[in-house]
């Protein structure tokens, strides 16, 4: 039997406490590696009070270990009501944080070098026990990164296998800092991580910059790009017709989950407004965003505004089917593609995206869905409204072939993952 290690943040953890992207990744990823019963899964994440140390769920054995108390304390509260209490928590964290940053200026992007430290102990503590075959880290952050090259450095015959949900050289750079030097220092994480890894999984919003700035580098033979995993569509669904209808005599329904930090909505929302039909738009994002999205209700007359707390992945699902359409609001990050509207995909939705630069991650994958739109904040209103229009009308008049969206969007699958983790599992 072979073992896995997986050192990540969060796992098994309710999304009202631990709501992450990179975690559904994950999940979805160990929840294709669970149907092979020949594999022993290993997690080593994050823990909070209330959820045990040592748990099994599902047949993978959950390892976690605890932070500080002021660290547990903002996590329990950052998704709860806006009061004096979780401010003052949310700010002294970020306070802390920032005093890290200036402390350790010259070890970013490690500016927790404790804690990392505990990470990797923990996770060479682990290994010793286990003697896993394979150890796979995320990335970001550098925590779970650093803890699978600790294993790789204390046993050199471990697979390692780095996914890098971010780009770590190309990422986003951080405004704190001098460009060069940030990226100078991200580069420096990254050779350090794939000089010794076996095979690297990158995101393919990166290959454009990694094809300028890294392919002469000795590690770049290790990169394979994919993308975020969230098309998993269900065995019963991969043939099927999508039919999407639009009915302009009841009120559209329109949904957005994820986070809002660098989001706007109030483009769309104010074209929505001007289409002449009745419009309910749900949020379901973190409650620090709900009080700026529900200020902006009193411009509108023909769009209502509500806002839900982050859930599990399963009572999304629910929110996502009953919407005519589900919304992306576009990010200035070039490499950086939202996973969400592979999510969207996987349902054969309808998807309305924004974007307000010429180079949006999202756009080549949306060009290639059969019921996506994308709005331009850089164009009239007036134009868009029409677009919109013509775009109910094409949604009532085509359908979407779920099995020409698995092919066309293959790397977005879990199996693309498990084939390349199964090929350094057997030394391919």
Known sequence: MKKILFTIQWYGIPANIAASANALCDDIIINSLKQNHELEIHILSYGVSGYPLEDEIGGVFVHRFRRSKLWDTFIHTRNRDNSLYTRTIYWITRILMRIKQLLFFFSFPNYEPIHVHHFEKKAVELHKKHQFDLVISEFNGVDSLKAGVAIKKYDVSAKFLPICWDSISGGRLVKWMPEKLCRLLRRRLETEVMNIADKAIIMKSSFTFHETNTKKLPYYVKFKYLDVPYLNIQKGQKDAIIENRIDPSKSLEFLYSGTMGDRNPEYLIKILDNI?????????????????????????????????????????????????????????????????????????????????????????????????????????????????????????????????????????????????????????
């Open 276 to 428: 002449g039909y009745n419009v309910h738009i749900v949020f379901i994002t973190p409650k620090q965003y709900h009080a700026r999205i529900q200020s902006l209700q009193k411009n509108y007359k023909n769009v209502k505004l509500d806002c839900l707390p982050y859930m599990t992945h399963e009572e999304l699902t629910s929110y996502q089917i009953k919407s005519d359409v589900l919304i992306n609001f576009g990010v200035s990050n070039a490499n950086a593609v939202s996973g969400k509207i592979f999510d969207y995909m996987r349902l054969g939705k309808p998807i309305i995206s924004t974007i307000n630069h010429d180079n949006e991650a999202c756009t080549p994958y949306l060009e290639n869905y059969p019921q996506a739109l994308i709005v331009d904040e850089r164009i009239s209103i007036e134009e868009n409204c029409r677009k919109i229009i013509e775009f109910f009308a094409q949604i009532n008049t085509s359908s979407v072939n779920m099995m020409r969206v698995l092919s066309i969007f293959e790397s977005n699958t879990p199996q693309a993952y498990i084939k390349e983790i199964y090929s350094l599992l057997n030394d391919e």
